[in-house]
């Protein structure tokens, strides 16, 4: 599905891989390098890095599993975060992540068909005093209501 | 004359708006032609003021919130830049009584200076404990932090110099400082607060660690979810090290100190020490079994000191002032202040430093002014999501952590999340059954097992299938993940869950508690 976008993957993700190699405890900052480069960790990448590090492929498919940052396959253009603990919901945030998905046209941890947004959950963006709060591509917005949501996300859109 | 306007940097106000606050600012003042200098300073933790402008006069810094873009033009007719009347005009920021009521000592430059520049740091008493440590044994500097009474401030509350001195005393080719940065409570900020707000006094506080325990290099592991908190650290870091104050040989004293900013990636459990030194050296953020302490076998298996952010920067005060001046505050053995977070449903939601010893209900209304939706306060969770669930009968008791810890709840790292009365406690006590879940690290059998089966028996409670037997249950398997578990992600689950089953039954069918208070 991705195989043109991976044409140059293999290469990025070796060499930084390779250069993240002799940092101590360099395996997560490596996949943060590829994951910052390629929008995601391409399976693929994941044989290039535990031979760079030495490490079985189990290994490295157990880190890039394990933790929620790190994709296996890539986003929408919009990375939606919606904030799901519990300052946040006692301020709406489940109702406003089914405003979310039916906005966005795809389930939590999915992405809308036209590829455009992926909605994630995520546990607390220390926004908390001025929840519910969401973020788009890294981006924070606090205080939001599901008129401000559908604004923002136009407003993304269009800026993307 | 050029006037200096101050726009906080920090998230909070960056998500309500405040850079196109500060270009509105500077495309207004260009095309008035009235000379401004614009500095991105911290929050002062006045959260729905956000974003707060301030004005530099000379009365003092005028504030003027909460400032949206289209605001812009009218403050420019109305005079701001001289402190003019407006409708956002809250007067002199140091006499607004939400922060003139608190005891900022850890958070005194919050708001206040450009979070990045060293020369306003160092103007506001800043670097002056890492020069007094320079001067001082290591065995003194520990010895200061051991007298300060200052304990983590992470949530274990253990005393910060016990570790300390464990690391001066350990014999290794290399200690390390770990500062445990991923602050992943709802609830919480102050963390973030500080990071984006006043990163020096954290870099300050690792040096002082470093220098007293013969460590020279220390890491700070941040939540990848604080993409600003990264970014403003390392332009702090990149600042302090041109200015001698870290790397080698800091201040031509021989000592050194480095610094490096890791990326977490999203794992709640790699805030327990020991997943985050997993993580650290690479791996999955699994729990380790403890013995060995990590003082003794920690990063790497070196002897470590692992603190969170604010026992790190709660460091340069107390070398700075002495241990007596931190010790004054506080009650009982809860010595010095806590940066206590309100959030969730609250009016005046924000960061309120105090010393230990208010009571819920102070911070809740005196401070707080109550819920935001304006309706009744039904249930107060304090210290995160593995925290209790505190009903108003217990809202009079001072916060301190062994009053807490007396009726079954915690202090944590001072997170306080409000509900109103809308709030179905049944499905807050289930929510933290599903977050444990999500979140365990999977080494051990009771949080791993535990927490699924417990958001399986709270569906049967709350749709009434043989409810009785289902509580008895959901109390057992509580005590097993309360004792049984590995660390504090399966062990403290059971506090909110207890909680509310003991203080709101109602929410669960059930008439009264059948038991005492957990």
């Known amino acids: 599905m991705t195989e043109t976008t991976d044409t140059a993957g293999p290469g990025i993700a070796a060499s930084i ?9 360099g395996l997560l900052p490596a996949l943060h390098g590829i994951q910052d480069a390629q929008g995601y960790v391409p399976p693929d990448a994941v044989p290039l890095v535990a031979e760079q590090f030495n490490l079985s492929r189990a290994e490295v498919h157990g880190v890039v599993s394990y933790y929620h940052h790190f994709r296996s396959a890539p986003a929408g253009r919009l990375l939606v975060q919606v904030c799901r603990a519990e300052a946040c ?15 966005l046209g795809c389930g939590v941890h999915g992405t809308s068909a036209d590829g455009q947004y992926s909605l994630e959950p995520v546990f607390c963006l220390g926004l908390c005093a001025s929840s519910p709060s969401i973020a788009i591509n890294d981006e924070v917005h606090a205080r939001i209501t599901p008129a401000l949501f559908d604004e923002i996300v136009e407003e993304a859109r269009q800026a993307s | 004359m050029t006037t200096t306007v101050y726009v906080p940097r920090d998230s909070a106000a960056l998500a309500v708006g405040a850079d196109r606050v500060a270009r509105q600012i500077a495309a207004e003042a260009l095309a008035r032609n009235l000379p401004v200098r614009i500095v991105r300073n911290g929050s002062r933790g006045l959260f729905w003021l956000e974003t707060l402008v301030e004005v530099q006069t000379p009365q003092g810094r005028v504030a003027y919130g909460p400032v949206v873009r289209a605001d812009v033009p009218g403050l420019f007719d109305a005079d701001f830049l001289g402190g003019g009347a407006h409708a956002l005009n809250l007067g002199l920021t140091e006499e607004i009584a939400y922060l003139k009521k608190q005891e900022r000592l850890t958070f005194a430059r919050m708001g206040v200076t450009d979070p990045v520049s060293v020369a306003d740091y160092e103007a506001h008493e800043g670097f002056a404990g890492l020069r007094r440590a320079l001067a001082l044994a290591p065995a003194d500097i520990v010895q200061q932090v051991l007298d300060s009474g200052l304990r983590g401030r992470g949530g274990a509350a253990f005393p910060a110099g016990i570790k300390w001195k464990t690391v001066l005393a350990a014999q290794a080719r290399q200690e390390y400082i770990v500062c445990n940065a991923d602050e992943g409570d709802s609830g919480t ?8 707000g006043d990163p020096l006094m954290l870099v300050e506080g690792m040096a002082i660690a470093g220098i007293a325990t013969g460590a020279t290099e220390g890491y700070i592991y941040v939540r990848s979810e604080y993409p600003h908190a990264i970014a403003t650290l390392n332009e702090a870091i990149g600042n302090a090290e041109q200015a ?27 805030g327990e020490e020991t ?10 953020g699994i729990v380790r079994a403890k013995p060995p302490l990590p003082a003794l076998q920690g990063l790497f298996g070196q002897p470590t000191v692992i603190n969170n952010v604010i026992t790190l920067a709660s460091v340069p005060l107390i070398l700075a002032r002495g241990a007596d001046f931190y010790k004054h505050y506080g009650v009982g053995r809860s010595r010095g202040t806590l940066p206590f977070q309100l959030a969730g449903n609250i009016r005046h939601g924000g960061l309120v430093e105090k010393a230990f010893g208010l009571t819920l209900r102070e911070l809740l209304y005196d401070f707080g002014g109550g819920s935001a939706s304006g309706r009744p306060i039904k249930a107060v969770q304090v210290g995160g999501p593995l925290g209790a669930y505190v009903p108003e009968s217990q809202w009079d008791l001072p916060l301190d952590y062994e009053a ?9 790292h001072g997170g306080i999340v409000v509900h109103d009365d809308t709030a179905d406690m049944s499905q807050l006590a289930r929510y933290a059954m599903e977050f444990c879940a999500i979140e365990s690290c999977g080494k051990c059998t009771p949080c791993r097992i535990g927490s699924t089966r417990g958001v399986e028996v709270i ?13 008895i249950l959901l109390r057992d398997l509580c005590d097993t ?14 506090y909110p869950v207890l909680s509310a089953i003991n203080h709101y039954p109602e929410d669960f069918g059930i008439e009264a508690p059948d038991r005492a208070a957990a």
Do not use: W
């Open chain 2, 189 to 196: 900020f102050s963390d973030r607060m500080t990071m984006e």
């Open chain 2, 404 to 412: 807490y810890a007396a009726v079954g709840a915690v202090v944590g």
């Open chain 2, 459 to 471: 569906d049967k409670i709350t749709s009434n299938q043989n409810r009785p037997q289902q509580v």
């Open chain 1, 17 to 25: 891989a390779a250069a993240h190699k002799d940092v101590p405890g």
């Open chain 2, 275 to 284: 997943a985050l030194l997993e993580s650290l050296e690479g791996r999955r």
């Open chain 1, 89 to 103: 919901k006692a301020m709406g945030a489940d109702a406003l992540l089914q405003h979310a998905e039916q906005r």
């Open chain 2, 481 to 494: 993940m309360l004792h049984g578990s590995l660390c504090a992600m399966g062990g403290m689950t059971p």
């Open chain 2, 244 to 270: 001698g104050f870290l790397g080698d040989d800091i201040l031509g004293s021989g000592r050194s100190f480095r610094l490096i900013v890791r990326k977490a990636a999203g794992a709640y459990v790699c």
